[in-house]
């Protein structure tokens, strides 16, 4: 070959190379956090600083966590914990223990927690913390060393004024406790409000456990008021059966009569169009770790349940479900997107343009944190309320939330996640001028 051709055929791979990577979406879960934020800022006309000064968190921390094993080994993990924003109040938000957990998801969750907090308006900031491990194959010694190992390096930058963790994937109401404990070990006084989702005879909220599910179902059944379509009988999918998945199932089922029609986990998914109990198949995920295989029921992959043609369509595991690859196939009225991230900025688009209905993550899935507000409260004075009372308070939250977002997004002629960034934006942004920040 000779020079000249060398270098045409090296200009030709190096154009061919930027095409692939112009064509491949870019699923990195904190790009996509900040694509979405640059998408609001343009919206509404906020400028390159205001935008500089919310694209990245206050504070991130990486710990390491070397612990005995119970087989005698020695293991080392690596754990996070992204403080975004606290000009709205402490900053809050769970910790998620996962294989898959890094560096960017935690960035992620951490923003879109400053957003949901302040979507909801309750007076929080956001932040969100995970160590990369699969407490699926670990003891439950080796599950409370870890916890309180990861308390012991977070304890100075973690506080009720501070930063109030909870859970999130795969942690849960024991894991609370022992991080309680530990932090009050080492503080040397009780501070119950130094975390939520506690057990309730340690001061966690009634309702607490199931709150995620039924602030969607808030919003879901405000969402189909809008549409002017009864729930009664509609057709309903839920992608991920952990324990937003299977509460949101059940609670659609007993107090809206909806018809479950498929639900799935990390191992696949079953179908029935004639409607599957969504106790049963809670029951026979119990007993063999998986929904799987359930009497009277057709198994299917993930990536077909979420293009069955249904009413409500319930994203309710992990980030990046709906992508540019599978959105004009998504064949429903309404998502509701109790994950968090399970949607792309492009997938985004062709929703929109679809005229599908989308009730965004933060907004759909805010009534976990709302609850964790609650129980904070009950906390500080220590005195409880009741299962209805919480409910009464949540419906309140989130139904108020929900028209807000709407009203913006007409307001804008966006989609509803657009709506939802605009107040949320709002409100960080004035909180952050106030104290003389921007
Ligand atoms: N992990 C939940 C979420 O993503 C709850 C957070 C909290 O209660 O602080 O919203």
């Known amino acids: 070959m000779s020079e000249t051709e060398q270098n045409s055929f090296r200009k030709r791979i190096i154009k061919l190379t930027i095409k692939l990577i112009k064509m491949s979406e870019n699923l990195d879960p ?19 600083d205001i935008y500089n000064a919310l694209s990245e968190p206050e504070r991130f921390v990486q710990i390491k966590i070397t612990m005995k094993m119970d087989d005698g080994s020695l293991k080392t993990f690596q754990g996070f914990r992204s403080q975004y924003n606290s000009a709205r109040g402490p900053m809050k938000g769970g910790i998620r223990w996962h294989p898959d957990e890094s560096a960017s998801l935690v960035k992620a969750l951490s923003a879109w927690m400053t957003w949901k907090t302040a979507c909801v308006d309750i007076p929080l900031g956001g932040a969100k913390g995970g160590i990369i491990c699969n407490p699926k ?3 439950n010694r080796e599950l409370e060393i870890l916890a309180r190992s990861y308390i012991r390096q977070l304890a100075d930058l973690i506080g009720p004024s501070i930063d109030v963790p909870a859970p999130d994937v795969y942690t849960n109401p024991q894991i609370m406790a022992w991080m309680m404990d530990e932090y009050e070990k080492i503080i040397r006084h009780h501070s119950p409000s130094v975390i939520t989702g506690k057990p309730l005879p340690l001061g966690g909220s009634a309702g607490r456990s199931i709150s995620t599910a039924k602030g969607g179902v808030f919003t879901i059944r405000e969402a189909a008021k809008d549409l002017d379509f009864n729930l009664n009988g509609s057709d309903v999918v839920v992608q991920g059966y952990g324990n937003a998945g299977s509460w949101v199932a059940k609670i659609l089922h007993d107090d809206f009569g909806c018809n ?6 990390s191992r696949g998914g079953i179908y029935n169009e004639n409607g599957i109990n969504p106790y049963e ?10 929904v799987v295989g359930l009497k009277g029921t057709k198994e299917l992959s993930n990536e077909e349940l979420l293009e069955l043609e249904c009413d409500l369509l319930i994203p309710a595991a992990l980030e ?26 492009d997938a985004d688009k062709t929703l929109f343009e679809k005229g599908i209905l989308v009730i965004p993550d933060f ?11 609650f129980e904070m409260v009950q906390g500080y004075y220590r005195y409880f309320w009741t299962e209805t009372e919480v409910f009464e308070a949540l419906d309140r939250v989130m139904t108020r ?9 007409k307001k804008f002629n966006t989609h509803n996640r657009m709506g939802a960034y605009i107040i949320s934006l709002e409100r960080v942004i004035n909180a952050m001028r106030l104290r003389g920040w921007l």
């Open 260 to 265: 479950i029609i498929a639900v799935s986990d």
């Open 363 to 373: 907004l759909c899935n805010a009534g976990g944190v709302t609850v964790s507000y």
């Open 401 to 409: 939330a929900y028209r807000s977002t709407v009203k913006q997004s």
């Open 30 to 48: 904190f790009s996509i956090a900040q694509q979405q934020l640059y998408n609001a800022c343009k919206i509404v006309g906020y400028d390159s």
């Open 137 to 139: 194959e670990m003891s």
């Open 281 to 290: 198949a809670a029951n026979h995920k119990e007993r063999t770790s998986t």
């Open 320 to 345: 990046n479900v709906i992508t540019r690859e599978n959105a004009d196939k998504i064949n429903c009225k309404i998502i509701a997107e109790l994950a968090n991230g399970p949607t792309t900025p």
